[in-house]
């Protein structure tokens, strides 16, 4: 299962960017979806999560700003981010708990990191 996000990039203070998430190779079944970030002399954190199901959770510092959706028939997920603001700048790394075929397990796989930088 390889993951490849794309969409960061520059942005302004309280401006948009859509980050997308494409699952591909062996991909049997996907659980949960999801987004986190490392800024720099941090620790990676969660920023969004979505279930199969399409429930979704949020770290509290991005409630209300971030979106996460995801499309199932294309292993996809996607985090739509507003207001965004100099302290989300960072590197997003997007994670699904997938299996590769019936009789594996579930296992958790990351995406390399897009950069997001917030600033004017």
């Known amino acids: 299962v390889q993951l490849q996000a794309s969409g960061g990039g520059l942005v302004q203070p309280g401006g948009s960017l859509r980050l997308s998430c494409a699952a591909s190779g062996s991909v049997f079944s996907i659980d949960s979806m999801g987004w986190y970030r490392q800024a720099p002399a941090k620790q990676r954190e969660m920023v969004a999560t979505?279930?199969?199901?399409?429930?979704?959770a949020y770290a509290d510092s991005v409630k209300d700003r971030f979106t996460i959706s995801r499309v199932n028939g294309k292993n996809t997920v996607y985090l739509q981010m507003n207001s965004l603001q100099p302290e989300d700048t960072a590197a997003y790394y997007c994670k699904t708990r997938a299996k590769s075929s019936l009789w594996r397990p579930f296992s958790d796989y990351w995406g390399q990191g897009t950069l997001v930088t917030v600033s004017s």
């Open positions: 979505i279930t199969s199901g399409g429930s979704a």
